[in-house]
């Protein structure tokens, strides 16, 4: 079992940046393929990137390609989600989450999860 905190999170500017970190404890950070999702109110939980438990394979939805880097520190325990170029349309709770499997890869799918932080809130307003 893994415990995930998030931070990070707060009220920033259009066009700003945030890094969001999720601090994992509990059992060896490194077997679990990890993952950013964000939710708003009334809304599904949805993929916003993913990371393979090596950190060599990752995805991104078509929406934050090209401004979100997803990335892990396996040694400290972390992962990190640097967001840049911040639009009204990533305001959302943040979550992150992990999952075991053979292969070790990230899927799409927020109920392929067993591990879930607590979220933290990315609010992009002027």
């Known amino acids: 079992q893994v415990q995930l905190v998030e931070s990070g999170g707060g009220l920033v500017q259009p066009g700003g940046s945030l890094r969001l970190s999720c601090a994992a404890s509990g059992r060896t950070f490194s077997i679990y393929a990890m993952g950013w999702f964000r939710q708003t109110p009334g809304k599904e939980r949805d993929i916003v990137a993913g990371?393979?438990?090596?950190?060599?394979?990752?995805y991104y939805t078509d929406s934050v390609k090209g401004r979100f880097t997803i990335s892990r520190d396996n040694a400290k325990n972390t992962m990190y989600l640097q967001m840049n170029s911040l639009t009204p349309e990533d305001t959302a709770v943040y979550y992150c989450?992990?999952?075991?499997?053979?292969?070790?890869?990230?899927?799409?799918?927020?109920?392929?999860?067993?591990?879930w932080g607590q979220g933290t809130q990315v609010t992009v307003s002027s």
């Open positions: 990371i393979s438990r090596s950190g060599g394979s990752t």
């Open positions: 989450a992990a999952r075991w499997t053979p292969g070790g890869l990230y899927s799409l799918s927020a109920d392929e999860y067993s591990y």
